[in-house]
């Protein structure tokens, strides 16, 4: 049973650093590995997805890698902003493939 | 270019009472999912479903709940019955095929709190 850790649950960092939050999974037989943001009260926002045959994948300032091999993904953010303060959840497709599993997030407070 | 449409946004019932959660896909997506945010908790699966047919309930609880997509309209969640304990948002996601792996599109989710 594929299981998803994130650490840490929680980080609060100064405006402006760069900053890592880590996921690891157990099961390596993965498709890809998904990186989402959750604002408070609101849904999921879809900011990166790794294939498995991928290292790496960026959009402006953030990058995410894969080590499908050890299980383990990290998502860097650069130059963090007060508004990148939300949750980050990692999550990996496991069962069928077709239903993911999550992490249960980091939570990131950006502080101005 | 819509995404996924959820409705209600928030939802309250009574200890008893029904609830139904509705759920368009994105425009060319046959394939939906429902998970489960419990406070404090993390995203669980519940159910994938793909027009007229259940694929996978391996996480929907045994009882009072019960999910389906029909050939015309949203895919419906039913909670009957709901108990306190069923207070938690409700996402659903989309997909355009069955590849395993396929990226899923999430909706902004139906707040249920049971009073």
């Known amino acids: 049973k594929q299981e998803v850790t994130q650490i840490p649950a929680a980080l609060s960092v100064p405006e402006g650093e760069n900053l890592v939050l880590n996921c690891s999974f157990t099961?390596?037989?993965?498709?890809?590995l998904q990186w989402f943001r959750q604002d408070p009260g609101k849904g999921l926002t879809s900011l990166l997805l790794?294939?498995?045959?991928?290292r790496e994948q960026t959009s402006g300032r953030l990058n995410a890698s894969l080590d499908k091999s050890s299980g383990r993904s990290t998502l860097y953010i650069a130059a963090s902003q007060p508004g990148d303060s939300a949750t980050y959840l990692c999550?990996?497709?496991?069962?069928?493939?077709?239903?993911?599993?999550f992490g249960s997030g980091t939570q990131l407070t950006v502080l101005p | 270019n819509a995404g996924v449409m959820q409705n209600p946004r928030h939802l309250v019932r009574r200890r008893g009472q029904e609830a139904r959660l509705r759920c368009s896909p994105m425009?060319?997506?046959?394939?939906v999912y429902w998970y489960r945010q419990l406070p404090e908790e993390g995203l669980k699966f519940m159910v994938y479903?793909?027009?007229?047919?259940?694929?996978?309930e391996s996480g929907m609880p045994k009882e009072r709940f019960s999910a389906e997509f029909p050939k015309e309209g949203p895919s419906i969640l039913r909670i009957q019955q709901v108990v306190r304990g069923d207070s938690a948002a409700y996402f659903c996601?989309?997909?355009?095929?069955?590849?395993?792996?396929?990226?899923?599109?999430f909706g902004p989710g139906t707040r249920l709190t049971v009073l």
């Open positions: 996601a989309s997909s355009r095929t069955a590849e395993p792996g396929n990226e899923q599109f």
């Open positions: 099961d390596s037989a993965i498709y890809n």
């Open positions: 790794i294939q498995s045959s991928q």
């Open positions: 999550a990996v497709p496991s069962g069928s493939a077709r239903q993911l599993t």
């Open positions: 425009k060319g997506h046959s394939h």
């Open positions: 479903l793909q027009k007229e047919n259940i694929i996978d």
